[in-house]
């Protein structure tokens, strides 16, 4: 999967440079909404920072408007399937020795409103910075057995959150559109050790 989303990203390079000088999208004052597919990858600090975590993937849906050339604004959904933890070994406890299995997963799902300015070159491809702020939704699982002995703990939590990234759209026509992303997600307050940085590939429709 992730190579899969490096590989179909970089070659929206080529891509953009097909025609790049052949036509001029307008963007002012137009809808749009799309949605794709994300790959992620764990930055998580603190208490959450327990070793290596499993990368996840999840979908985007987003729906906006372009002010003008330059400037956008946009509702956007994400949704990420489960970061997964797991470790094992043997604990010494004079006189005996004890095996041991723990297990975590993190899910979580966000929404946020996103400004995004447009670099104002001609042409088919238009790159763009992201900033948004919005709030996040978030499900923590632990399960840990010593011997013949196991607890299971559940914590559900939600709070303000934020992004920053950067972006390439090429239109492919007057009214669709590819789009990369990379993006870091932030949390605030309760979920203040959720971050993460996103890998999206989405399809764009204007009307």
Same mark, same amino acid.
């Given at each position: ?127 763009? *910075?992201?900033? &948004?702020? /919005? ?5 923590? +699982? =632990?399960?840990?057995?010593? $011997?013949?002995? #196991? ?10 959150? *934020?992004?920053? &990234?950067? /972006? ?5 026509? +007057? =009214?669709?559109?590819?789009? $990369?992303?990379? #993006? ?24």
């Amino acid at each position: 999967m992730k190579k899969f989303f490096v590989i179909a990203i970089l070659c929206l390079i080529p891509i953009s440079f097909v025609g790049a000088e052949q036509t001029n999208i307008s963007l002012e004052k137009h809808w749009y909404f799309g949605g794709g597919f994300n790959y992620s990858f764990e930055n998580f600090k603190d208490e959450m920072d327990i070793g290596d975590w499993d990368n996840t993937y999840g979908f985007d849906l987003k729906a906006g408007y372009f002010f003008s050339e330059y400037f956008a604004l946009e509702a956007m959904f994400q949704y990420l399937d489960d970061f997964e933890h797991s470790e094992s070994g043997v604990i010494y406890s004079p006189p005996y020795y004890y095996s041991y299995e723990y297990d975590a997963d993190v899910s979580l799902y966000n929404f946020t409103i996103n400004g995004k300015g447009f670099i104002p070159i001609k042409g088919i491809v238009k790159p763009y *910075g992201i900033l &948004g702020f /919005g709030y996040a939704w978030g499900e923590a +699982k =632990q399960k840990l057995r010593i $011997g013949i002995i #196991s607890d299971t703990n559940t914590e559900k939590e939600s709070d303000l959150c *934020g992004r920053i &990234g950067a /972006g390439l759209d090429i239109f492919l026509s +007057k =009214q669709f559109a590819l789009e $990369g992303e990379v #993006s870091y997600f932030m949390g605030f307050n309760d979920i203040d050790n959720v971050r993460y940085t996103s890998l999206s590939l989405n399809a764009i429709v204007l009307f």
